[in-house]
Structure formats: structure tokens, C-alpha cells
């Protein structure tokens, strides 16, 4: 327990108080000359949002309230909630090249900034209108956003993995355990280790016993 | 400026002394291992002997019947144990025979033996304390 504990503060503490967050991934040469070693920037103030009141997922579809693309809808491809941004597919784009050569002038695309989460607003999933949203319990128990204008449950996104598997429609290979076998019990408890319960079962006899050492 | 801010601008010199001298440091003729077990003994005539008790045996049952493979599916639901605490491992494999004997009334204080209790480690091949095993 305890070395976990060390390992998960060496996986956090890995950056700087005053680390710049940016779009690209902390390991990406960009990110590295963003926050070269010894750097000091006007910090970054992000208003403080706890984890569990947190409404906006990849996936959901959010309408831009401010900006160049302000009015229209759009689904969340990425968020950053270190910064408080939300990148949305398609929109609050500005065109840059990309691959540049010396020779080549590069490919012309089209690429999102991101946006705060206060230019931001859920969708109500049934009238298609941006709303405030709330977080509150079911009879179940389960927590769930519900709109505050309409009532209604705003659903979160099905959750889709990088891998592009879906664990329903998974074919199980010839190294698959079925979750059948998986889920068997067949551990019967007894006060034997490993070692003696293998010893018995195989029959193996060991009648030496290991030399007395001392240690001081 | 400080220790620590020169040595992330990249101003501090020098090799880090405090990192482990490996076999693959020190010249040609620096012999070191890793930590290997012997699995012998070298005699006076500068031949190895292996000792065929010294050299690890990997003990494994038969598994004929044995369902688990090395994967699991993606279809399994997630999902814990409860953990194996030494009480309840105690309530499920002593605690019913020694409910039993009581009611029967031949619960004996004196001889615990019987259902498992262990007053010393001594004479066993795997103690429990000091351990004396390696998983």
C-alpha cells in the first residue's frame, strides 16, 4: 500500500507549481518548449472546479456561447480540465500549416482552440437548446446532470475506447478466459500456504529442514 | 540563485556520484555481477561443480482440467473481492468446528492443536514467522 502511495506521488509531483498547461501532451517537444527548465511566466489563474461537480464529458454536445463561432453546437473531442478547456470538432478553428519543409510549404488545415468552460453550455438533449445543468441523484441512487430549464436528464456520452473495442461485442480468442470461468469461485479457504497445499497434493516428501542461521 | 534552480537551468557540472556502479561502468578488467545465485561450487582446481540441489526446480501440478487462460475477456463485469483478512479466513475454517465441539460440549482450551493453532515455527519446513519463502 504504502509503495503504491510513493509511486502515485512520483507519477503527480512530476511537474512544477507554475507548469503552463497547453493543448499538447507534457512529453511533446512543443509542451517541452512551452516550460523549458527554469522558465517563469505570469501564472495561469483557472477558476477552481471539485471533481464531482464537473459536468462536461468527451463526447457530449455543447453549444459555444461567446466567440468567433458563437450559436453553434458541437461535439467535445477533448478536455483539459487542468486549464478548465473543452476542444470541440470542427469549430473555433484558425488555419496553420502543417509539415513544413524547406522546399514545402506545407498542408493548409484547420485547427481548434480551445474553449473555457464558461463560453461553454450543455444541450438539452430534447428541445436542443444550451442550459444550465445540475447534478443531482435518481430514486436508484445513481448521479446524474439534469437540466434546470427542462427538467430532463442530460445522458452521458457512452464512454468509447481509444482501441476502438467494444467490450459487449468481443469475441473471446483462444487465450480468452470466458467471464463465465472468470467469475467461478473456486478458492476454498484453509489455514495451508501455497507451498505446502502444492507439496501435498504432488506427494513431494521433504523431511530435511533448512540449518539454524543467527543475525544479530 | 540556488542549488536547485541552477540545476534545472542546466549550470551544475559534473557526474552523478550517487548513482550505482554497475557491472557496466569501471574498465575491461572490472569484474562485478549482477546478484546471480550460484547454482555450484568452484573446487580448488578452479572447476565449477554445479550442485544439482542449489539450482532452482519449478514444481507445477498437472493441469489437466484447468479453465483459467492467460487472458481475461473484455465482456467480464468489474468488479472486487472483498480482501482474505486473517478473520475471516479464521471464521470460515475454524470458527464452525469450534462451535461444533462446544455445543457438543468437548471444546478442550488445552488442545487447540487440532484445529490448526501452531504454539511455535519450529520444525516446520515454511514458517510463517521469520518467512522463510519467498512468495
Known sequence: MRLTAILSMAAKAAFPKDYRYGTSRPWTIAAKRLNPPGKKRRKVFIEPIAYEDWSVFKGDTVEILSGKDKGKQGKVAQVFRHRNWVILDGLNTHFRYIGKTADYRGTYIASEAPLLIRDISLVDPTDRKPTEVEWRFTEEGEKVRVSLRTGRIVPKPVFQRRDGIVPQQWKDGPKDTSPEETLEKTYTPSLKTLEEEVMEKLGIEEPRRNRKTYWY | ?135
Open chain 2, 1 to 135: 540563485m540556488g542549488v536547485l534552480n541552477a540545476l534545472r537551468r542546466g549550470l551544475v557540472r559534473g557526474a552523478d556520484r550517487m548513482a550505482e556502479f554497475t557491472s557496466k561502468r569501471g574498465s575491461r578488467t572490472h569484474y562485478k555481477g549482477r546478484g546471480a545465485q550460484p547454482t555450484g561450487v568452484l573446487t580448488s582446481s578452479r572447476k565449477f561443480v554445479p550442485v544439482q540441489a542449489m539450482i532452482p526446480q519449478f514444481v507445477v501440478p498437472n493441469l489437466e482440467g484447468f479453465k483459467l487462460k492467460p487472458y481475461v475477456s473484455y465482456r467480464t463485469p468489474a468488479g472486487t473481492e472483498p480482501a482474505v483478512t486473517p478473520e475471516g479466513l479464521f471464521s470460515e475454517t475454524v470458527a464452525p468446528q469450534i462451535q461444533k465441539d462446544f455445543e457438543e460440549g468437548s471444546f478442550d482450551k488445552e488442545q487447540l492443536e487440532k484445529y490448526g493453532f501452531e504454539p511455535t515455527q519450529e520444525g516446520k519446513l515454511f514458517k510463517l514467522y521469520p518467512k522463510n519463502f519467498i512468495r
